[in-house]
């Protein structure tokens, strides 16, 4: 079985700084790899995935991650954060076959303060 | 994009009601649809898994004959919870697999109280 772990539960950072989320995961065959972001009370958007080639993944506002296969990680990073990317983010994987349920990390909360 | 719409958003109920929460898949077949719960400052913990047309796969520890799913066509999944008590109070999340974009697209999720 495969499993996700989001190593800080918060973090803190100041307007304008760059700020990296790091995801860890652990599977014995080849994943698929999701950041998602959710506000208050709020269902998941979609970030960015990676199912196959380039390990860099560009996603939306600003947002990128790079898939590290020897490190199992996908660390999702983003050059000058705004007061409004403050929510929580959860990294997610699912096997790359068949009808995969996704496996979520417990999230990092982003704190973005001017 | 995909887009899927969940309602209602929010409902109080009194305890020992039912209550229904409606997943439609707008633009695209979603053959599976997945129901998670979340409680406050967690992450969403897997509740069911449906496929269009078959029963549900709940997951272990998840009462089937409380949380009670019918997926009776390839745009929508229902999820009753039954006879609903306080300790049922939470947030519940829809997912739908959308197999042409490979992606998992969620719900707007339905914040349930029960008084």
């Known amino acids: 079985a495969q499993s996700v772990t989001q190593l800080d539960s918060q973090v803190p950072v100041f307007e304008e700084a760059p700020v990296e989320l790091r995801c860890n995961y652990s599977s014995s065959v080849s994943v698929y790899l999701f950041w998602y972001v959710q506000y208050p009370n709020q269902g998941l958007q979609l970030l960015l995935k990676y199912l196959s080639g380039s390990t860099l993944v560009k996603g939306i506002n600003g947002f990128e991650a790079e898939f590290n296969k020897s490190q199992t990680s996908f660390h999702l990073r983003k050059p000058s954060v705004h007061i409004s990317d403050t929510a929580e983010y959860f990294c997610?994987?699912?096997?790359?076959?068949?009808?995969?349920?996704?496996?979520f990390g417990k999230g990092t909360m982003l704190l973005v303060s001017p | 994009g995909a887009v899927v719409s969940q309602h209602p958003s929010w409902v109080i109920c009194k305890s020992g009601t039912s209550v229904k929460i409606e997943c439609r898949s707008l633009?695209?077949?979603?053959?599976?649809m997945f129901w998670y719960r979340q409680f406050p400052k967690q992450s969403l913990m897997l509740m069911a898994t449906?496929?269009?047309?078959?029963?549900?796969?709940?997951e272990q520890g998840v009462e089937k004959d409380k949380f009670l799913i019918n997926h009776a066509s390839l745009t929508l999944s229902t999820l009753t919870v039954t006879s609903a008590h306080p300790e049922d109070s939470s947030f519940y999340i829809c997912?739908?697999?959308?197999?042409?974009?490979?992606?998992?697209?969620f719900g707007s999720g339905t914040r349930l109280t029960v008084v």
């Open positions: 449906s496929n269009e047309g078959s029963k549900a796969t709940y």
């Open positions: 997610a994987v699912s096997l790359n076959s068949g009808y995969s349920t996704l496996t």
């Open positions: 633009d695209f077949q979603a053959t599976t």
């Open positions: 997912s739908a697999r959308d197999r042409a974009a490979y992606g998992y697209t």
